[in-house]
């Protein structure tokens, strides 16, 4: 009895020592190259603007896809592609996330999926970099810089993946895109977090 009763425990503290190792920093000049795939579950796409002059309110995309072509060697020769459902948009409001898909707002319908293409990347330091590329929102495509930072890279214990992540900000004015309900009432500067994480595929 007395053995089985810790069996969980041993179990857990097994877990949380390989979840150690694998979040021991893997140095940036030491990510393995190749082609990566986003791993859609946990990668966000968070957005953030001014409320009525008086909160930062936030939203979320998920469900993104693409893939990330990467030599730590050679960072500036990175490539990345992205698409988000703009469907999978959600807020804290339920009234308010039903109307983020109609006309007014992103018009989910009409323009089902944003697009990030990079054409540009420029180091900016150890595990930092600037990407520019093309953002399509709402039928519109305009340039777009990420600030992109490292986060770190190895094994994941629970799928066994060569997994790669990446933290990125941004900002655009949502105007530009022809999303313009509310502005300046709702502020028109939007920022962008990303959580993005991508698995090795060779």
């Given at each position: 009895?007395?053995?089985?009763?810790f069996a969980p425990a041993l179990a857990a503290l097994s877990l949380v020592a390989t979840?150690?190792?694998?979040?021991a920093a893997t140095a940036p000049q030491d990510v393995q190259a190749g082609t990566y795939q986003v791993e859609?579950?946990?990668t966000q796409?968070?957005?953030s603007l001014l409320h009525f002059g008086f909160t930062e309110y936030s939203g979320l995309f998920s469900g993104a896809t693409g893939s990330l072509t990467y030599d730590a060697a050679h960072p500036a020769a990175s490539k990345l592609s992205v698409s988000?459902?703009?469907a999978s948009v959600q807020t804290t409001s339920a009234k308010l996330t039903d109307e983020l898909h109609g006309a007014d707002w992103f018009d989910a319908a009409r323009y089902p999926t944003a697009t990030f293409v990079s054409t540009k990347v420029v180091p900016t330091g150890t595990g930092t970099a600037n990407v520019t590329?093309?953002?399509t929102l709402h039928g519109v495509t305009k340039p777009l810089t990420l600030q992109v930072r490292y986060v770190g890279a190895?094994?994941?214990p629970m799928d066994k993946a060569y997994t790669l992540g990446f933290q990125a900000t941004g900002t655009l004015k949502r105007s530009d895109f022809g999303v313009k309900t509310y502005v300046p009432m709702v502020g028109d500067e939007v920022t962008l977090s990303i959580a993005g994480a991508f698995e090795k595929q060779n």
């Open positions: 009895m007395t053995s089985l009763s979840l150690s190792t694998a979040q859609t579950t946990h796409v968070t957005f988000i459902p703009v590329g093309n953002f190895g094994i994941n």
